[in-house]
T-cell receptor, first 114, second 110 residues
């Protein structure tokens, strides 16, 4: 595909469950970003990878959030023991450069924790 | 990192009119980017303006940058119903991540 894809598009989890969200960036893109977007707000940065290296994870809200990109392409954002405040849209973006120029966003995964 | 603040929060216009949205930021930047987000979807990059540029055009979009006032504006000319979306600015300082404000919700009425 030509764009960034994310799966699943929608996820409903019971409080306390673990979830895994997947991002397939544009082929060959070096940089990959995860954002969290609450309703009515702009996206908030979570973490950034350059190839397989996680260079910035300062935006992860707690140690329940974990992201990986083991082979420098597909990335997974894992949330352990989900809480209601984790309900949001999780956006993935990729960029072809190591410097942060224009980012290409996926459609997002809407997570609802009940 | 720094956050851009968009103004107004909401804007409603008629099709064919022009729409202007503003963005203010606090510290020196490398470049500033504008993104659009249609309801329930991911963001789409619209335009990037570098700190040494004052104006940039892309189709019906015109972006200005005033580094002395630390502000930028996005003008959409001859608006269409399909332009209805949220618009975000993202000022970028070298080496930092993108930080978005709450955006401007633009509604273009047919």
């Amino acid at each position: 595909g030509a764009g960034v894809s994310q799966s699943p598009r929608y996820k409903v989890a019971k409080r306390g469950q673990d979830v895994a969200l997947r991002c397939d960036p544009i082929s060959g893109h070096v940089s990959l970003f995860w954002y969290q977007q609450a309703l009515g707000q702009g996206p908030e940065f979570l973490t950034y990878f350059q190839n397989e290296a996680q260079l910035d994870k300062s935006g992860l809200p707690s140690d329940r959030f974990f992201a990986e990109r083991p082979e420098g392409s597909v990335s997974t954002l894992k949330i352990q023991r989900t809480q209601q405040e984790d309900s949001a849209v999780y956006l993935c973006a990729s960029s072809s450069r190591t410097e942060i120029y224009e980012q290409y966003f996926g459609p997002g995964t809407r997570l609802t924790v009940t | 990192s720094q956050q851009g603040e968009e103004d107004p929060q909401a804007l409603s216009i008629q099709e064919g009119e022009n729409a202007t949205m503003n963005c203010s930021y606090k510290t020196s930047i490398n470049n500033l980017q504008w993104y659009r987000q249609n309801s329930g979807r991911g963001l789409v990059h619209l335009i990037l303006i570098r700190s040494n540029e004052r104006e940039k055009h892309s189709g019906r979009l015109r972006v200005t940058l005033d580094t002395s006032k630390k502000s930028s504006s996005l003008l959409i000319t001859a608006s269409r119903a399909a332009d209805t979306a949220s618009y975000f600015c993202a000022p970028l300082t070298s080496g930092s991540r993108l930080t978005f404000g709450e955006g401007t919700q633009l509604t273009v009425n047919p």
